[in-house]
């Protein structure tokens, strides 16, 4: 005990600095993930066609090792001298949300109670009156499980980025295995799992705040 | 005024779910759509406010062709109301009753106006209800609510699909009575889908008899049951159409032929019934004597004389069977 706390007086400060890196990593990444995947997976629920093509490449992509998807950054963004550091973590982050987004949001919509939708075109509704008004307000519930499986992946994932230069939690951890070191590497994934259990719960509590209570059930 | 010219409905090459339909709908008449599961029913309906295409055919709705105008245009002038009801639970009642209207562009005081009357009009109050959400209300409310919704707009035209399908038989009837009682004050031209025979006969000014996408008979309730045009009406209607019929006869039809029996002051256990109340609720509730005599009243209520088993008989024997094509029988 005494122990755990001369480590944290000494390394309080640099882990509440890694934490904050870490959560805004996964942030940036998760914002411009929904800033695609949403809409993505609404404009799909309206094109069978692509549906299937783009959901087949969003779960390709969540099969590829993380470890081995930000190892393939590293080429790529050599070529504009980026190879290492925040963006090609970036980059892997936004790739490997899209599959929860994508895919939640597509059959969230899709699931909305068909004859909801068809009364919505029955009196007359257009395509995008009738997302808005009633299949995204009835899918959310899905569609926000879909951003917080997303964010809760991301913010275990991006513990690799450290190894891509990124920073973040993962730098304890990977100090910790090099050093041999418990102390960080307990204090780095206790620091993950808080921040995604923290993340989890604001997010369900901001879906709970927006939809209606009938919505919910 | 709805008409459907030759409208056929392939689904594809093998499957003709309506063939060859032809018939008017009378402006600010009820027509029913009945038949067996699967005999295109819904088909017919739906493309009337284009939701289903028309293979062949066309649908002629108040002298325009339904193809001519804009599909979103056209359903915003038709109401539409389903059995499940299809309200959205992320909308307030009074959200989800405006919607068509919303759509339409009107003000909010010309909104709020039409939706206290429609409210008033099933006997809900929009102070309390208007702000509920749909699972706050019970399945009968949410129905009435359907109906409502699909006559916001005021538009001339009705489409309902076994609208009060879901709901138990002692609220289906008494929402069926309010329905006629609205309708009588509105006067919409309706297509009504029903697989129950006994709210056909109710509701229906007309009823459709359809089997396999084709049109059995189109006729008035009481022709439907007393002239069957073939095997296949007589059979559906069943062995029982005489006593289904008597739904069609008042009390007062009975005095006016036959005549009522005399009051017997001296019985104490009695029950009385309006003299507009139908016949078969009637003889349900002599068979089930729930009273050793029934007596009847007048509008003013006024005691008019009583109704016996044998009154009812008599009055089957001569009215109705007695007008049923012979060749029918058996
Ligand atoms: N989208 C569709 N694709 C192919 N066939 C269909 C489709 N919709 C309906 N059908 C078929 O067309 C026929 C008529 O269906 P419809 O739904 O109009 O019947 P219905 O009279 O409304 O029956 P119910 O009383 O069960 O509601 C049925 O055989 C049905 O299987
Ligand atoms: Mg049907």
């Known amino acids: 005990m005494e122990q755990w706390a001369r480590f944290l007086e000494i390394n309080a400060p640099r882990i509440l600095e890694l934490t904050l890196d870490h959560a805004l990593l996964v942030s940036l990444a998760i914002v411009v993930a929904l800033l695609i995947g949403v809409p993505l997976g609404i404009y799909l629920t309206t094109n069978e066609y692509l549906a299937g093509t783009v959901l087949q490449v969003a779960s390709v992509t969540l099969t590829i090792p993380s470890l081995a998807l930000f190892g393939i950054m590293i080429p790529i963004f050599s070529l504009i001298n980026k190879g290492i550091g925040f963006l090609p973590a970036f980059v892997a982050l936004v790739l490997y949300s899209q599959l929860p987004i994508i895919r939640n949001t597509y059959t969230a919509i899709k699931n909305v109670n068909p004859e909801m939708r068809d009364a919505a075109i029955g009196m007359g509704m257009k395509t995008h009156q009738r997302l808005l008004r009633v299949e995204i307000p009835n899918a959310m519930p899905v569609i926000m499980a879909g951003i917080r499986t997303a964010v809760v992946l991301n913010i275990g994932i991006a513990v690799i980025a450290a190894y891509i230069g990124a920073g973040g939690l993962g730098v304890l951890i990977t100090q910790g295995i090099s050093r041999g070191d418990n102390y960080l590497i307990i204090s780095g994934s206790l620091a993950v799992a808080l921040l995604a259990i923290i993340a989890d719960g604001l997010l369900l509590l901001i879906q709970k705040r927006f939809t209606t209570k009938a919505v919910v059930e | ?330």
Request: proline share 3%; net charge negative.
């Open chain 2, 1 to 330: 005024m709805i008409t459907f010219n030759q409208v056929t409905k392939k689904y594809s090459s093998e499957k003709t779910a309506v063939k060859d339909v032809d018939f008017t709908v009378d402006e600010g008449k009820i027509v029913v759509l009945l038949g067996p599961s699967g005999c295109g029913k819904t088909t017919l309906l739906r493309m009337v406010n284009r939701l289903e295409s028309i293979t062949e055919g066309s649908i002629v709705i108040d002298n325009e062709n339904s193809m001519d105008l804009d599909a979103i245009e056209l359903r915003r002038k038709i109401g539409y109301v389903i059995q499940s009801n299809g309200l959205f639970p992320n909308m307030t009642i009074e959200e989800n009753v405006m919607i068509v209207t919303d759509l339409l562009g009107w003000n909010k005081k010309k909104k709020k106006e039409r939706f206290n009357y429609l409210m008033k009009l099933i006997g809900l109050d929009p102070k309390i209800y208007g702000k509920r959400y749909p699972h706050e209300l019970s399945g009968g409310q949410q129905q009435r609510i359907g109906v409502v919704r699909a006559l916001a707009a005021d538009p001339p035209v009705m489409l309902m699909d076994e609208p009060f399908g879901a709901l138990d038989p002692i609220i289906r009837e008494k929402i069926q009575d309010e329905f006629l009682q609205i309708q009588r004050e509105v006067k919409k031209t309706i297509l009504f889908v029903s697989h129950d025979i006994d709210e056909a006969i109710k509701m229906a000014d007309k009823i459709m008899l359809l089997r396999d996408g084709e049109i059995m008979q189109y006729d008035t309730p009481s022709k439907m049951l007393s002239h069957p045009e073939n095997e296949f009406v007589n059979q559906f209607f069943g062995k029982d159409r005489a006593i289904k019929s008597l739904s069609l006869h008042t009390v007062r039809n009975l005095q006016e032929v036959i005549g009522l029996a005399e009051m017997d002051e001296s019985i104490y256990d009695t029950k009385t019934i309006n003299v507009n109340q139908d016949l078969r609720n009637t003889l349900s509730m002599l068979l089930n004597q729930e009273a050793d005599q029934v007596i009847v009243t007048n509008d003013q209520d006024e005691k008019i004389g009583s109704i016996t088993i044998d009154l009812v008989q008599k009055y089957l024997h001569y009215e109705i069977k007695g007008k049923m094509s012979v060749s029918q029988e058996g």
